[in-house]
């Protein structure tokens, strides 16, 4: 199992990105994927993620109506848009496979694979 984050970056507040996750090893029909981010000296949060079951979708409230996460089966590609990305916001963003998703979407230790991260900057 192999996760691939790119699309980080620098951006002003305001502004916006696209995060991609390239997964290998395994299909989205195996595994739900998470998003999730760490600041410096803060604990890793979730962000949001997409159901292997359903394919439903779930998000922080901190970035409900700003982020969309989204999956390209045929790329193995899970995508996180973030508008209207605030300096909050900033962080590195990690993806990860084999968790929870839904109302218990949440805690970083109960998901098993992750990717190397990608940074966002967000000045103000």
């Known amino acids: 199992v192999q996760l691939v984050e790119s699309g980080g970056g620098l951006v002003q507040a305001g502004g916006s990105l696209r995060l991609s996750c390239a997964a290998s090893?395994?299909?989205?029909?195996?595994?739900?994927i998470g998003w999730f981010r760490q600041a410096p000296g803060k604990e890793r949060e979730g962000v949001s993620c997409i159901s292997r079951s359903d394919g439903s979708t779930y998000y922080v409230d901190s970035v409900k109506g700003r982020f969309t996460i989204s999956s390209d089966n045929a790329k193995n590609t899970v995508y996180l848009q973030m508008n209207s990305l605030k300096p909050e916001d900033a962080g590195v963003y990690y993806c990860a496979a084999d968790g929870p998703c839904g109302s218990d979407f949440g805690p970083h230790f109960e998901y098993d694979y992750w990717g190397q991260g990608t940074q966002v900057t967000v000045s103000s």
């Open positions: 090893g395994f299909t989205f029909d195996d595994y739900s």
